[in-house]
């Protein structure tokens, strides 16, 4: 029964910034990559940072690198998703994803998914 439950969204102006993390459930969460991805209205759902399961490398999509921090607490069961100078593009549905191994690769459980929106 595995289960991610994500919290943190919220209404954020631009340049500002939200913290959304991410909590596992049914699974060894420190032998699984994990991933943020998200989906604008009208748009493809896209991936935004990966993090690997143990030694946490990370990657980034171009348009968050410099901005966003993926990490983990394995201990805890987390991965969170520092944002920082947020902008309006930036708004979409946050979904929380597990690999099905230590590395990025296939997604096999998604998070319910938390709503971002950079406004003023």
């Known amino acids: 029964q595995v289960q991610l439950v994500e919290s943190g969204g919220g209404l954020v102006q631009p340049g500002g910034s939200l913290r959304l993390s991410c909590t596992g459930s049914?699974?060894?969460?420190?032998?699984?990559?994990m991933a943020w991805y998200r989906q604008a209205p009208g748009k493809e759902r896209d991936l935004v940072a990966t993090i690997t399961s143990v030694a946490g490398k990370t990657n980034y999509a171009d348009s968050v690198k410099g901005r966003f921090t993926i990490s983990r607490d394995n201990a805890g069961n987390t991965v969170y998703l520092q944002m920082n100078g947020l902008k309006p593009e930036d708004t979409a549905v946050y979904y929380c994803?597990?690999?099905?191994?230590?590395?990025?690769?296939?997604?096999?459980?998604w998070g319910q998914g938390t709503q971002v929106t950079v406004s003023s």
């Open positions: 049914g699974f060894t969460f420190s032998s699984y990559a």
């Open positions: 994803a597990k690999s099905n191994t230590w590395y990025p690769r296939e997604y096999d459980y």
